[in-house]
């Protein structure tokens, strides 16, 4: 088996909500959208008492991998022929003398046993969040984005770049667990899976905490950058993000690493880094 690696790219999505945008749309919302959270509090609070403390912009992780699949291969068969009618006895085909049979139904049929040979193609595209966790991520596809050409000095001023938790070894193994599939077959003459695209691409995120100051209560409410979504219970990120972000870490494909992106590890496998032909 050959898995052949297109060059890894990073992608910054460009933002369509700006972050003050985002706070006007919040604080029209803001009551609904706290008391919502924290509705064990029975008391609706005024607009006035709801006070936004501290926000954060943040970029955050995911993957996208695009993986075509071929494989070349032969497998016996045997082919049953009906017949006429029941009044034959047997047939001469492809210089062999072959007899007819009744079966149980009353049809009459010969058989004859021969070699399929096979071509099968298939394309595909998966999305992962930075947790490595599979999710259909393919909304934010159609969005703008400008290539990230050094991963190692991408810092945006002002904003925080969230470090994915899963790197590419971890992603790519998880696609190879769905597309590397048993091939019923005596011979198989190739067996290629071309990963056409290998990106990680990181959108905006804004988090914005919220105190309900005559209950003493926050709550934190990230807003989508790109689509505008809301989600409440979200976290502050800026302490908890340790260490930096360069190209070697994130993608960490090797060689060597090989037999780790394969299900089973004894399958014989050649790992080649190169641009993938697009066209094939």
Request: charged share 25%.
């Amino acid at each position: 088996m050959d898995i052949y690696l297109a060059d890894e790219r990073a992608f910054h999505l460009i933002p369509q909500i700006s972050l003050e945008v985002a706070r006007d749309r919040l604080e029209q919302k803001k009551t609904s959208l706290v008391t919502g959270t924290l509705g064990a509090l029975i008391a609706r609070p005024k607009p006035e008492d709801i006070k936004m403390v501290s926000f954060e912009s943040r970029l955050e992780a995911f993957w996208s991998i695009n993986v075509f699949v071929h494989t070349v291969y032969e497998r016996s068969h045997t082919f049953n022929v009906p017949v006429s009618g029941v009044e034959v006895h047997h047939v001469t085909a492809l210089g062999q003398d072959l007899p007819v049979t009744i079966n149980t139904k009353g049809g009459a049929s010969f058989s004859f046993n021969g070699v399929e040979h096979c071509i099968d193609e298939s394309r595909q595209c998966f999305t992962f969040d930075a947790t490595g966790t599979k999710l259909d991520l393919s909304k934010y596809q159609s969005f703008a984005k400008s290539e990230i050409a050094d991963l190692g000095q991408f810092a945006p001023e002002g904003v925080l770049v969230v470090p994915p938790q899963a790197h590419a070894t971890t992603v790519v193994r998880a696609v190879m667990a769905e597309v590397i599939k048993p091939v019923q077959a005596q011979v198989i003459h190739e067996e290629r899976v071309n990963v056409e695209a290998l990106d990680i691409n990181f959108r905006p995120v804004y988090a914005l905490e919220y105190e309900w100051v005559t209950k003493g209560k926050r709550v934190i409410l990230e807003f989508d950058g790109l689509t505008g979504e809301v989600h409440t219970g979200g976290k502050e990120l800026h302490d908890q993000i340790k260490g930096m972000i360069t190209r070697d870490l994130i993608f960490d494909l090797t060689a060597d690493a090989a037999g780790m992106i394969v299900p089973g590890g004894s399958i014989a496998v050649k790992l080649v880094k190169a641009v993938v032909d697009r066209g094939k």
